[in-house]
């Protein structure tokens, strides 16, 4: 009777108020089916992660690792999913696993709230007293610390070099290893874009880069000493720098001066064109490395890496792009057994070693950094210490925020480039110095944008000096 009463009083809901209930049984089951799968595990300790290849690494240090006292349960599954899990675990009171492994894009969404709501253990104090804050990059704990506390270990650096086609480059005479700034860059590639089919543009680009370019945008902004949020996670999309650097690199991309060439990172067209030689240089994080080598063998021994050329005399050079952290939930059921795996994965010497030799990663711990395995030459990059070259400029890497709302002024940055280099072609204005005005307007906008989707949360740092929202 109580069925049928339920089921009859039921009928008067609407289409989404069903669809609600239905996703809403269909998370529980999922939450139940993780629980119960973790529960059958021989009470293992359950680790979230999203990425194939690490799981490959860590498998056999795991097999050696019988005197931890429980196994490691690892749930391979996409990065969208653990966020989801994530959130809900940390918002909204449901379990999680002991260890999660997070994205760059990812980590910031857990820091949304006050500090005391942040899920993942604080780790400061425990990398103090172990030492791990020496021994770890500096830069490379940007993205996992909020208001001065760590909630994570850092898995990579991810330094950005330039890589370019030395073949071409040295067939026609030309030495990069005088290249200090972009300017200088550009000034020895320019006798290489001809236009010897006459068909009025360049046969080749100096640089693979465009406006509509998402990641690589962030890349050259922080090389140049752009940043989106300060010190305190409060927006500074309208910082004049911001401005001057936008202005340059939108400079690149249009007018009769223009270097620059949109090229896609990962498609069957972009490694074509890679092949083809269409563009000379382009902006490789480590990690880029690999992939050329699974999926664009044709390069090999075509092309090197040198540091990325500095946008002023002295600048920075190189940058920084993706990044991965290891969490550990406060709810966790053995957080000094999450601990020792933890620091096993990631600072091991044989999953760095390997981490190396299988996704041209390189690691944080500076003390792995005198490892053999990233001074051996490197086939590919015309036998290169390529490796060498990576952690040479390690510590220079620009920190990074962990704001959760970073990737929003990212799209809005985006966004910005995109209609400047608008505005340049419908004025026919190329010069960087007339284009910093339009530039300061956009992101001043973006600015505003971001300002107001922040004021939506009672717990952002955009405040007032009354303490009150802006």
Same mark, same amino acid.
């Given at each position: 009777?109580?069925?049928?009463?339920? $089921?009859?009083?039921?009928?008067? #809901?609407?289409?989404?108020?069903?669809?609600?209930?239905?996703?809403?049984?269909?998370?529980?089951?999922?939450?139940?089916?993780?629980?119960?799968?973790?529960?059958?595990?021989?009470?293992?300790?359950?680790?979230? %992660?999203?990425?194939?290849?690490?799981?490959?690494?860590?498998?056999?240090?795991?097999?050696?690792?019988?005197?931890?006292?429980?196994?490691?349960?690892?749930?391979?599954?996409?990065?969208?999913?653990?966020?989801?899990?994530?959130?809900?675990?940390?918002?909204?009171?449901?379990?999680?696993?002991?260890?999660?492994?997070?994205?760059?894009?990812?980590?910031?969404?857990?820091?949304?709230?006050?500090?005391?709501?942040?899920?993942?253990?604080?780790?400061?104090?425990?990398?103090?007293?172990?030492? %791990?804050?020496?021994?770890?990059?500096?830069?490379?704990?940007?993205? $996992?610390?909020?208001?001065?506390?760590?909630?994570?270990?850092?898995?990579?650096?991810?330094?950005?070099?330039?890589?370019?086609?030395?073949?071409?480059?040295?067939?026609?005479?030309?030495?990069?290893?005088?290249?200090?700034?972009?300017?200088?860059?550009?000034?020895?590639?320019?006798?290489?874009?001809?236009?010897?089919?006459?068909?009025?543009?360049?046969?080749?680009?100096?640089?693979?880069?465009?406006?509509?370019?998402?990641?690589?945008?962030?890349?050259?902004?922080?090389?140049?000493?752009?940043?989106?949020?300060?010190?305190?996670?409060?927006?500074?999309?309208?910082?004049?720098?911001?401005?001057?650097?936008?202005?340059?690199?939108?400079?690149?991309?249009?007018?009769?001066?223009?270097?620059?060439?949109?090229?896609?990172?990962?498609?069957?067209?972009?490694?074509?064109?890679?092949?083809?030689?269409?563009?000379?240089?382009?902006?490789?994080?480590?990690?880029?490395?690999?992939?050329?080598?699974?999926?664009?063998?044709?390069?090999?021994?075509?092309?090197?890496?040198?540091?990325?050329?500095?946008?002023?005399?002295?600048?920075?050079?190189?940058?920084? +792009?993706?990044?991965?952290?290891?969490?550990?939930?406060?709810?966790?059921?053995?957080?000094?057994?999450?601990?020792?795996?933890?620091?096993?994965?990631?600072?091991?010497?044989?999953?760095?070693?390997?981490?190396?030799? #299988?996704?041209?990663?390189?690691?944080?711990?500076?003390?792995?950094?005198?490892?053999?395995?990233?001074?051996?030459?490197?086939?590919?990059?015309?036998?290169?210490?390529?490796?060498?070259?990576?952690?040479?400029?390690?510590?220079?890497?620009?920190? +990074?925020?962990?704001?959760?709302?970073?990737?929003?002024?990212?799209?809005?940055?985006?966004?910005?480039?995109?209609?400047?280099?608008?505005?340049?072609?419908?004025?026919?204005?190329?010069?960087?110095?007339?284009?910093?005005?339009?530039?300061?307007?956009?992101?001043?906008?973006?600015?505003?944008?971001?300002?107001? $989707?922040?004021?939506?949360?009672?717990?952002?740092?955009?405040?007032?000096?009354?303490?009150?929202?802006?």
């Amino acid at each position: 009777m109580r069925v049928i009463t339920i $089921v009859t009083s039921a009928r008067g #809901l609407s289409l989404g108020l069903w669809v609600m209930i239905g996703l809403m049984l269909a998370s529980m089951g999922v939450l139940f089916k993780a629980r119960h799968h973790s529960s059958d595990a021989s009470d293992a300790v359950v680790f979230w %992660l999203f990425s194939p290849e690490h799981r490959q690494l860590y498998v056999p240090l795991l097999e050696n690792a019988a005197d931890m006292g429980r196994p490691l349960d690892m749930q391979l599954m996409s990065i969208a999913a653990i966020e989801r899990r994530m959130m809900s675990g940390f918002f909204g009171g449901l379990p999680t696993a002991d260890l999660i492994e997070v994205e760059r894009a990812v980590i910031g969404r857990a820091f949304t709230g006050p500090l005391e709501s942040v899920g993942f253990l604080d780790l400061t104090d425990r990398l103090h007293a172990e030492g %791990l804050l020496d021994e770890i990059n500096p830069p490379s704990f940007g993205p $996992v610390t909020s208001r001065g506390r760590i909630f994570g270990l850092p898995h990579d650096v991810h330094p950005v070099l330039l890589a370019y086609r030395s073949d071409i480059v040295e067939a026609a005479g030309i030495d990069l290893s005088t290249v200090e700034t972009w300017d200088d860059y550009f000034t020895a590639v320019a006798p290489l874009m001809a236009d010897a089919n006459n068909d009025g543009e360049p046969d080749r680009w100096a640089l693979s880069f465009w406006p509509t370019q998402l990641d690589n945008i962030e890349v050259l902004m922080l090389q140049g000493g752009g940043e989106l949020f300060d010190a305190d996670e409060r927006p500074v999309l309208n910082a004049p720098r911001n401005a001057e650097l936008l202005a340059e690199i939108v400079s690149w991309c249009v007018g009769p001066d223009r270097v620059a060439v949109d090229i896609e990172d990962f498609s069957a067209t972009g490694h074509q064109q890679r092949i083809d030689g269409y563009a000379i240089g382009y902006l490789c994080p480590d990690w880029m490395c690999a992939i050329w080598k699974l999926q664009i063998p044709q390069l090999a021994g075509k092309v090197k890496v040198i540091p990325l050329p500095a946008f002023e005399p002295g600048g920075r050079r190189t940058s920084v +792009r993706g990044g991965t952290m290891l969490g550990i939930p406060k709810d966790g059921s053995d957080i000094e057994l999450a601990w020792k795996y933890a620091k096993l994965l990631y600072t091991s010497p044989e999953v760095a070693r390997q981490m190396y030799e #299988l996704t041209d990663i390189i690691s944080p711990v500076r003390s792995l950094w005198d490892d053999p395995v990233y001074h051996q030459p490197d086939p590919f990059f015309s036998n290169q210490p390529k490796g060498a070259l990576y952690i040479e400029q390690a510590p220079s890497v620009p920190v +990074r925020t962990s704001s959760p709302y970073n990737r929003q002024a990212v799209f809005l940055l985006r966004d910005a480039a995109v209609e400047l280099a608008d505005y340049a072609k419908r004025t026919q204005t190329g010069e960087p110095e007339s284009l910093r005005s339009e530039a300061a307007r956009l992101l001043d906008r973006a600015q505003a944008s971001i300002t107001r $989707v922040m004021e939506r949360n009672a717990f952002s740092s955009v405040r007032t000096e009354d303490g009150g929202p802006q």
